[in-house]
C-alpha cells in the first residue's frame, strides 16, 4: 500500500510539472503570457478537468509560499529609505484606491439584490488585487523599478494590511459579532503591530550577526537553509500574529536589502521562488470549480464583468484624481481589476461565521479566479486598442536637409565619447538620435542633436548620409545597428561606415553587411583594465604591453576563422583557465631561431632551399 501510495504521489508531481513544462512554451509563443499557460494547465489536470488531482487545497497551500518568496525578493531590491519614501502612495493612494473601490463593488452587491453583510464582504474580498499575477507581469514587463510600478506596488502593499482589518470587520459583522469586545479588537490589532516591531529589532540587530556567523563556516547549503529560514519565518511569524505571510517575508526582504548578503540571499531564493509561483498560479487553476460556473453562469458571467469594471472605473479615477496620467491611469485599472488570492482567506472565512454559505464561497472564489484568468487577456487587448505613447517633439529639430561631413546616429553614452576626437579637430559633425529625453539632455551640455530613427531610409536622407565622408553608427541595440549598416551600404555604397558592435555575433553581423570598421564596445576597455591588472600585479609594463598585442593577435585570428566558418569556430585561439593547452603561439619570436649543431643547419638550409 505504501508503494502505491507513493507511486500515485509521483505520477501527480509529474503531472504538475508537466502541465507547466508543456503550457507555458505554448502560451508564450501565441503570446498569451506565462501566467495563462499555468492557469490553464491547472483547470485541465485539476479536479474539474482531467482529474488527476481531487482537490487543490493542499497543494494552494503549499503554492502560497511561492508569493512569499516572490514578495521576499521584492523587498531585497527595495531599501528602508526607498520604502519611506513610498509612504504617501502607500497610505494615501493605496488607501483611496482601496476605499473608492470598496464602496463601488459593495454597491455592484447591493443592486443585485443581497444583504449588506454578504455584498461588503464579496466586494471587499474582489478589491484585494492578485499580488502574484500583478507581481509576476510587472517582472515580465521590467517596470518593477519604474516610477509607474512602484506605485503599484505601493497599492499592494496597503492592501496586504487591508486583510487584517477586513478579517475582524468579517467577525464583526458575523451573527452574534457585535459580542465581541473593544478590549478584544485592540488585543488583535496590539499582537499584529508587535509582531512587525519584532520582527524589524530582528532584522536590524540579528539578521546580519547570523548571516556573517554561517558565512565564515563556509556551508552553502546552511546559508541556502538559514535563507528560507528567514523568509519563511518571517511568514510564519505574521500569519501567526493575524497578518499576511507576504507582508512578513516583504518587510525580511526590505531590513536585508542593505545587507552585504543581500545577492547571495536572492540567489539562494530564486529558484525556490520560481517553482513554487508556478504551482501558485497552477493550484489556483485546479481551484475553478466549473460546475458551479455551469449551474450558475448567468450569475458568474454577470458579477465577473461587474466587479471588473467596477474596480477598473474606481482605479481609474483615483489615478486621474491624483493626478496620473491617462495611459498610466488605464494600465493600472486594468492590471489591477481582478480579485485576488487574498479573497479565498477572506470568504472562507465569513463562510467560517456565517455570512455566506458554501455555496456563495464557491461561486465567489470563482468570480475571483475567472477574473484572474482574463486579466492576462485584459492586458493584450489594452496593448492592441490602445495607440502607442507618442513622444512630444516640442523644443526638438527633426534632422532634414543635414550637411556634416560625419554623421553620428545614436548619441548615447558610446556615441558621446566618440565624437570628441572628431569635434576637436574641427570635424563638421551631424547628430542623430530617436530619445527625446536624450536629445533635450545633450542641449544642456552644448550639443545640437536631431531627432530622427536610422533605421528609416528617408530619415537617412534628410541627415545627409549621402553626402556624408564617413557614418558612425553608435546606437545601443544591435539589430538596429545591422540594419542601419545594410541600409547605408545598400543606398549610398561609397560612404565609410564605422559600427559600434554590442557583442561578437553582432560584430560579424557588420562586416558581412558590409562596414568599413566596427568596434565591440566593450573590447578595448577590457584590454586596458586587463593591462592595468597584471602591472598591479607586477608584471614589467614591457611585458604587458606583448601579452595585450598577442590577445589583439589572437581575437583577430579568432575573428577571422568565425567569419568564414560561423560563431562557433575558433576555440583553439581562445586561452581557458582549465589547463587547455594551445597549440600554435600567435606571439612573434623576438629574434630569428638558429641551428645548434651541424645536423640542424642541414636540414633548416634544405628547407630554405625547397621554400
Request: contains cysteine; aromatic residues 6%; charged residues 15%.
Amino acid at each position: 500500500m505504501a508503494v502505491e501510495g507513493s507511486g500515485s504521489d509521483l505520477v501527480q508531481v509529474v503531472a504538475l510539472l508537466a502541465a507547466g513544462v508543456v503550457a507555458v512554451p505554448i502560451f508564450k509563443r501565441m503570446g498569451l503570457g506565462s501566467i495563462l499557460g499555468y492557469l490553464a494547465a491547472g483547470v485541465l489536470i485539476g479536479p474539474f478537468g482531467l482529474r488527476v488531482f481531487s482537490e487543490s487545497g493542499s497543494i494552494l497551500h503549499v503554492a502560497e509560499l511561492g508569493v512569499v518568496m516572490f514578495l521576499f525578493i521584492i523587498g531585497l531590491e527595495m531599501q528602508p529609505s526607498r520604502l519611506w519614501g513610498l509612504r504617501r502612495e502607500i497610505f494615501g493612494l493605496g488607501a483611496l484606491q482601496v476605499g473608492v473601490c470598496a464602496v463601488l463593488l459593495t454597491l455592484v452587491g447591493l443592486a443585485g439584490g443581497f444583504p449588506i453583510a454578504q455584498s461588503f464582504v464579496a466586494g471587499a474580498g474582489f478589491v484585494l488585487t492578485s499580488t502574484a499575477i500583478v507581481m509576476q507581469l510587472l517582472e515580465e514587463r521590467g517596470e518593477i523599478a519604474a516610477p509607474k510600478g512602484q506605485r503599484i506596488v505601493s497599492i499592494l502593499l496597503l492592501e496586504d494590511l487591508t486583510i487584517v482589518p477586513l478579517l475582524a470587520l468579517v467577525a464583526f459583522l458575523a451573527p452574534g459579532g457585535a459580542e465581541t469586545s473593544l478590549s478584544e479588537r485592540l488585543t488583535e490589532v496590539g499582537i499584529g503591530i508587535a509582531a512587525i516591531v519584532g520582527l524589524v529589532v530582528a532584522g536590524r540587530y540579528l539578521l546580519n550577526p547570523l548571516f556573517r556567523i554561517l558565512a565564515d563556516a563556509r556551508a552553502r547549503e546552511v546559508m541556502t537553509a538559514a535563507a528560507l529560514l528567514v523568509v519563511l519565518g518571517s511568514a510564519l511569524a505574521m500569519q501567526l500574529s493575524g497578518l499576511s505571510m507576504a507582508m512578513g517575508a516583504f518587510l525580511a526582504g526590505v531590513l536585508l536589502s542593505e545587507s552585504t548578503f543581500r545577492h547571495q540571499l536572492e540567489a539562494d531564493i530564486e529558484p525556490f521562488r520560481g517553482i513554487l509561483l508556478g504551482l501558485f498560479f497552477l493550484a489556483v487553476g485546479m481551484s475553478l470549480d466549473l460546475g458551479v460556473v455551469a449551474h450558475n453562469w448567468r450569475l458568474v458571467a454577470v458579477y465577473v464583468v461587474a466587479y471588473m469594471v467596477m474596480k477598473a472605473l474606481g482605479i481609474y479615477i483615483v489615478a486621474r484624481i491624483l493626478k496620473s496620467g491617462h495611459r498610466e491611469a488605464l494600465e493600472r485599472a486594468v492590471f489591477m481589476a481582478q480579485g485576488g488570492e487574498f479573497a479565498f482567506v477572506l470568504y472562507s472565512s465569513a463562510a467560517a461565521v456565517g455570512i455566506i454559505d458554501g455555496q456563495a464561497n464557491a461561486t465567489l472564489t470563482a468570480i475571483v479566479i475567472i477574473s484572474m484568468v482574463l486579466t492576462p487577456l485584459a492586458i493584450i487587448a489594452l496593448r492592441y486598442l490602445t495607440p502607442r505613447d507618442e513622444q512630444s517633439l516640442d523644443g526638438v529639430d527633426i534632422a532634414d536637409g543635414l550637411t556634416g561631413s560625419v554623421l553620428i546616429i545614436g548619441f548615447g553614452r558610446f556615441g558621446q565619447i566618440a565624437s570628441q576626437p572628431l569635434l576637436l579637430r574641427g570635424m563638421d559633425v551631424s547628430i542623430i538620435d530617436n530619445e527625446v529625453e536624450m536629445i533635450q539632455a545633450a542641449a544642456d551640455f552644448g550639443f545640437k542633436v536631431y531627432y530622427g530613427d536610422g533605421t528609416r531610409l528617408d530619415i537617412l536622407h534628410a541627415a545627409g548620409a549621402g553626402r556624408a565622408r564617413a557614418v558612425l553608427i553608435c546606437v545601443d541595440k544591435p539589430d538596429a545597428a545591422v540594419r542601419i549598416a545594410q541600409l547605408i551600404k545598400a543606398e549610398f555604397p561609397l560612404v565609410t561606415i564605422l559600427a559600434r558592435a554590442f557583442d561578437r555575433g553582432t560584430a560579424l553581423q557588420l562586416v558581412r553587411a558590409g562596414v568599413d570598421y566596427q568596434m565591440r564596445e566593450t573590447f578595448e576597455s577590457a584590454l586596458v583594465f586587463g593591462g592595468s591588472a597584471l602591472e598591479a600585479l607586477g608584471v614589467d609594463p614591457e611585458e604587458v604591453a606583448e601579452v595585450i598585442e598577442d590577445v589583439r593577435r589572437r581575437d583577430e585570428a579568432r575573428f577571422e576563422t568565425q567569419l568564414a566558418e560561423g560563431v562557433r569556430a575558433g576555440q583553439r585561439f581562445l586561452k581557458g583557465n582549465i589547463g587547455t593547452p594551445i597549440p600554435t603561439p600567435l606571439t612573434q619570436p623576438r629574434r630569428a631561431g638558429r641551428a645548434l649543431n651541424q645536423e640542424t643547419a642541414v636540414v633548416l638550409n634544405n628547407a630554405e632551399t625547397k621554400n
